[in-house]
């Protein structure tokens, strides 16, 4: 029953290689977040989706692809994977109809790009 | 420009000992939160302070927010070697393209029992 969960916790891949993350929510939340956190432990948001629509798009290169199936999914693709890319993915979600919610996060996807 | 600066980077304490970080923002903020991050884990959410509020309790956690000075501080009493942990302030600057969640770099405490 965990609340925001992320699959796969570990992902080791060579360069140039297509992957994708997973996250799903059981919160019944209308808005989900990728953030990515480098070596450093910045997290950076990346995108935001609310009711499946994308509401937030940061500078982020377009080999990156958010996906929404629906309002509990929101998967990650990256394309043509690169060193710098390497890092710690989050997932997570809130409600944007309670205003000042707060946010729930999974546990994180650890890329690691060879 | 980057949200939610904390100082200091890294503290380190003795069991017992109170802890406390600062955070900084730049602009005008709906709320402001704090979080904690074990090694290799996730976010957890400790705290939410509103812009119209200067002061908040939730058990050893104490939360200061001064929106003159766009700064908060987390306060944490009796600290415990449990409490290890990075902490992360987060501003909620809800715009028209949606709420979005700031994050600060962070400190890493770390109490020593």
């Known amino acids: 029953d965990t609340a925001v969960s992320q699959t796969p916790k570990y992902l080791v891949t060579q360069m140039g290689n297509d992957k994708s993350i997973k996250c799903e929510q059981n919160l019944g939340h209308d808005t989900m977040y990728w953030y990515k956190q480098d070596s450093k432990k910045f997290l950076k948001i990346m995108f935001s989706y609310n009711n499946k629509e994308l509401i937030i798009n940061e500078t982020v290169p377009n080999r990156f692809s958010p996906k929404s199936p629906d309002k509990a999914h929101l998967n990650l693709h990256i394309n043509s994977l690169e060193l710098g890319d390497s890092a710690v993915y989050f997932c997570a979600s809130s409600s944007r109809s309670f205003p000042g919610s707060r946010a729930f996060f999974g546990q994180g996807t650890r890329l690691t790009v060879v | 420009s980057q949200q939610g600066e904390e100082d200091p980077q890294a503290l380190s304490i003795q069991e017992g000992e109170n802890a406390t970080m600062n955070c900084s923002y730049k602009t005008s903020i709906n709320n402001l939160q704090w979080y904690r991050q074990n090694s290799g884990r996730g976010l957890v959410h400790l705290i939410l302070?509103?812009?119209?509020?200067r002061e908040k309790h939730s058990g050893r956690l104490r939360v200061t927010l001064d929106t003159s000075k766009k700064s908060s501080s987390l306060l944490i009493t009796a600290s415990r070697a449990a409490d290890t942990a990075s902490y992360f302030c987060a501003t909620d600057a809800r715009e028209t393209s949606g709420s979005r969640l700031t994050f600060g770099e962070g400190t890493q405490l770390t109490v020593n029992p």
């Open positions: 302070i509103r812009s119209n509020e």
